[in-house]
């Protein structure tokens, strides 16, 4: 059944959700984009066309909407028939996007938790301080919420549910790895908003570890992994949204996300807070100017949507999965392998921005076919994994497992 999808949000992840709702038009139905600045939105347009992506003729039209007001989404919505909305603008838009959603009726997607602008780092389980809230008053509307679904969080959620249905009787542990070992060329840029990347980076390093809240400083605690196609990485103990949820699913287990990080990104990152300029408070300039300094670092930074082009190598996301099986130690890893000159070629995005974009699409289609309609809201580790493990795969992010049987394809048909 055609639902007709709303995209709120137009930057980089948002080109791959149009491009990849284009190419299913034929089940989503009519599309529209929405965000503060037309133009951007009819700039996404615009490429999805020069590349043909419509499966089949259909509408797909530009908005202007400031999504932190909940009545003008609602209108918006109201307004172009719109019964699914994938939310993959700033976090700091979700609450609004999400009553706009419980108002009309429509079915609510996004890919990050909330955050509120005045806020680095909040008190753990991240989830209970917003979205959570809202739990009843979907249940109430039959709103289908699906919170978090993007690859990590969403694919990586999955892949944690997956493994608990498939490969193990128990589970102890869960560590997330994102490693990117692709080069964009630029002496500093971020591969997705910079004011997200560095406010995720400046707060407390939360996980759940021997039943309880573990807190680090960021890049306090480092290890080398050994992963399928990237080889050796240095990656990092990082906060990360999924690790909120996933701790409330498997309470008994250590629940951790690792993220890769050069050096050289470091050092940069290092001078940057040091300084003050990762700061989300506004400071007044000698002029008499008030300016927020981390806004006017994201303002010099490259947009990391033009790093596209020249982007080479691959990324490796996954969970190692450790437990039992049959009464003995198992672990498990399942994963995906993007290749950024590969994203750029369909979509013209690097693979960031496409692992990111491509699961939310997916997720569209499992609610506009029933299969994760679920009137009410619920983390991706609380739907089946299957149909949407075999979905990516078919839309262009395969998962892959290694064990002890070996490295392979995953798919259920």
């Known amino acids: 059944m055609k639902r007709n999808v709303l995209i709120i949000g137009a930057g980089g992840v948002a080109r791959v959700v149009a491009h990849k709702c284009a190419q299913h038009n034929d089940v989503l139905g009519d599309?529209?984009?929405?965000s503060r600045t037309l133009p951007k939105c009819e700039a996404i347009i615009a490429s999805v066309r020069e590349k043909d992506a419509m499966k089949v003729p259909g509408t797909f039209e530009p908005h202007a909407v400031d999504a932190m007001d909940r009545q003008a989404v609602a209108d918006l919505i109201a307004g172009t028939g719109a019964r699914i909305v994938i939310n993959v603008g700033a976090p700091f838009v979700n609450m609004s996007v999400l009553d706009a959603c419980i108002a009309t009726g429509a079915a609510y997607i996004d890919t990050a938790i909330h955050e509120d602008p005045a806020k680095i780092c909040e008190t753990p389980p991240w989830y209970a301080n917003y979205e959570w809230k809202k739990r009843a008053a979907c249940e109430e509307?039959?709103?289908?919420?699906?919170?978090?679904?993007?690859?990590?969080?969403?694919?990586?959620?999955a892949y944690a549910r997956l493994a608990e249905d498939q490969y193990l009787d128990t589970i102890e542990s869960i560590d997330i790895v994102d490693i990117n070992a692709g080069s964009h060329g630029r002496y500093f840029a971020t591969n997705f908003d910079p004011?997200?990347?560095?406010?995720?980076?400046?707060?407390?390093?939360?996980?759940?570890?021997?039943?309880?809240?573990?807190?680090?400083?960021?890049f306090e605690v480092g290890r080398e992994w050994d992963l399928p196609v990237v080889g050796k990485q240095k990656a990092y103990l990082s906060g990360h949204d999924e690790v909120h949820s996933l701790a409330a699913r498997y309470p008994d287990a250590d629940v951790r996300f690792w993220m890769g990080f050069g050096d050289h990104y470091i050092n940069v990152f290092t001078v940057l807070k040091n300084l003050g300029l990762l700061s989300e408070k506004p400071v007044r300039t000698a002029e008499g100017l008030e300016v927020v300094p981390l806004k006017v670092v994201k303002a010099v930074l490259p947009d990391p949507a033009s790093l596209a082009p020249g982007y080479t190598g691959k990324t490796c996301i996954g969970d190692l999965v450790k437990g039992t099986r049959d009464g003995k130690p198992a672990e498990v890893f399942i994963y995906n392998v993007a290749d950024h000159k590969e994203a750029y070629e369909e979509v013209g995005s690097q693979g960031i921005s496409y692992t990111a974009g491509v699961p939310p699409v997916?997720?569209?289609?499992?609610?506009?076919?029933?299969?994760?309609?679920?009137?009410?809201?619920?983390?991706?580790?609380?739907l089946d994994p299957k149909p949407f493990i075999s979905l990516l795969t078919r839309i262009g992010l395969p998962t892959r497992v290694k064990d002890a049987e070996g490295d392979r394809a995953v798919d259920f048909g």
């Open 362 to 382: 997916a997720a569209a289609i499992l609610i506009a076919n029933g299969a994760w309609d679920v009137k009410k809201m619920v983390n991706v580790e609380d």
């Open 31 to 34: 599309l529209h984009i929405a």
């Open 141 to 157: 509307a039959g709103v289908t919420a699906i919170l978090g679904v993007g690859f990590d969080p969403g694919v990586v959620n």
């Open 195 to 218: 004011e997200i990347n560095f406010r995720e980076f400046t707060g407390t390093v939360y996980s759940w570890q021997k039943g309880t809240w573990q807190e680090n400083a960021m």
